[in-house]
Nanobody
Framework: VQLQASGGGLVQAGGSLRLSCAAS????????VGWFRQTPGKEREFVAG????????YYAESVKGRFAASRDNAKNAVTLQMNSLKPEDTAIYYC???????????????WGQGTEVTVSS
């Protein structure tokens, strides 16, 4: 599975962005698709995830109520709608796919390139 993340950019605090993770090579069926983020000097941290087949969603406490992961069947993609953005959401965001619903980077097999999100105060 090859993943392509897109949608990052610069936004003011309180604004919104929508990230997309598109798959090529096969569909997301049977996969958990996760979003992680990383800032310099810090470990990659879990943000949100979705079970493509069951549509279960998972969120880090820091983004609950603000971020929403969903599937786009037509595009074979997973989107991450990010609302009420805060400066501390600034990071490079990565999408990943795996088959085990454990939201740790090591449990994901395929990774896309990052897309940068910057939230100004």
């Amino acid at each position: 599975v090859q993943l392509q993340a897109s949608g990052g950019g610069l936004v003011q605090a309180g604004g919104s962005l929508r990230l997309s993770c598109a798959a090529s090579g096969r569909t997301f069926s049977g996969y958990i698709v996760g979003w992680f983020r990383q800032t310099p000097g810090k470990e990659r941290e879990f943000v949100a995830g979705i079970d493509w087949s069951l549509r279960w969603t998972y969120y880090a406490e820091s983004v609950k109520g603000r971020f929403a992961a969903s599937r786009d069947n037509a595009k074979n993609a997973v989107t991450l709608q990010m609302n009420s953005l805060k400066p501390e959401d600034t990071a490079i965001y990565y999408c990943a796919a795996g088959t085990i619903a454990v939201m740790r980077p090591s449990m994901f097999d395929y990774w896309g390139q990052g897309t940068e999100v910057t939230v100004s105060s």
